[in-house]
């Protein structure tokens, strides 16, 4: 997940979850106490340690070795058939247990580029050498330790209930969220031509500034799409006191940074909401020469799929003729990459989510349900699991992370939460029960009634 939390929303969204904790007990005696009980043991004797082990063994994306092993031997031991190096270092496990639906169960797996200052005492030390060659401290930044971790509980909850459900669960382990390629790269390796087209594909993600353990969701737009967009603007260089007899690609492409707000701004209904951000911007290398070349690296938001096509096709349109406008020939105009690194918007399935919702309500004691304001542009490659040509029904909510203490001092306007993607990053391995309940309480709901 992409995103900061502002503390406003923080504040607004506490109250919210807590009112509806506190207001709405209903029904908590027919939750399965049960099952609450031996998630309780089964973290006790095991997940705790187990998160932890995640938490210290962070690798960087697509290079998830260790952490798919790990996982691939946990399941194996719940008694899983594993099959290892699915759009590289993904996973997938199967769960067989007669006739029904098949329902998947996606966690993604890699940590950050980030050196970890969390204080905490199972803190990172990891470097690792990433794909470019450059060694890198490597922490779970994002909470996806929590991720895998709720998997493994979630399957032996799965395993050992087995008479409470019936037909096919595909655990995936994913790679490579953090780039939003691993989704894709799963995909692409034949994941549903080789385990199955899922009826339904589920998904969490734990929520830095949430309270430990509530469930929430939305019944439609869940992550932006997010692409990745490289232009490079070339022009003829030249002595900087004689910019007559140049075209300068740094004023060529300080004009279409300008030129690229105006997409947004006079071109999309407003209604619709867009993102670009230019967040590289690079060229040239000394006061008095202009360069022949500045490179551009933007980052594009939208929560539609045709809102998508059209700012991306007036990127191209703007890029060209912001060239064009400067007298650069042809065979120099900016070159605009798109597509390679991209996931399209991740949306729930309006049924899926409020078929699920009266079991949710039962079990956990109030319905995760919000229309709470989204407050940013964030984005999940969990997408691909369910916009490929079948179309699978997705149902991908979130788990709170931040226990009870901090959020009381994020009330207070103390300190803010701890924003996913920084140093300071850290989550309540308790969250991981929640998880494992909602998950496994949307699992079987889906399961026993296709
Ligand atoms: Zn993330
Ligand atoms: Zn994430």
Redesign the pocket.
Known sequence: ??SLIPKSYLLNFTVLVFAILNLVSVSASAADQALKASIEQYYQEHLEGLFVWFHQNPELSFLENKTSARLAEELRSLGVEVTEGVGGTGIVGMIENGEGPLVMIRADMDG?PILEDSGLSYMSRVRQVNLDGDEMPVMH????DMHVTSLVGTTKMLMDNRDKWSGTVMLVGQPA??IINGAKAMIEDGLYERFGVPDYALGLHVASGMPSGAISIRDGIMYSSVDSVDIQVRGVGGHGAYPHQTVDPIYVASQLVIALQGIVSRQINPFSPAVITVGSFQGGNKHNIISDEVSLQLTVRTDSEAVRDQVLGSIRDTALNIGRLNGLPDDLLPIVRIGFESTPTTVNNYEAVHEVLPAWTTQLGYSPLTDSERTGM?GEDFAFFTRTEHEVPGVFFSVGGTPADVMQRIRAGEISAPP??SPFFFIDPNSVKAGVEAMYTAAIHFLNNP
Request: net charge negative; proline share 0%.
């Open positions: 997940m992409k950050l930044a994002c909470g996806h969220e953090e964030g996913h993607h």
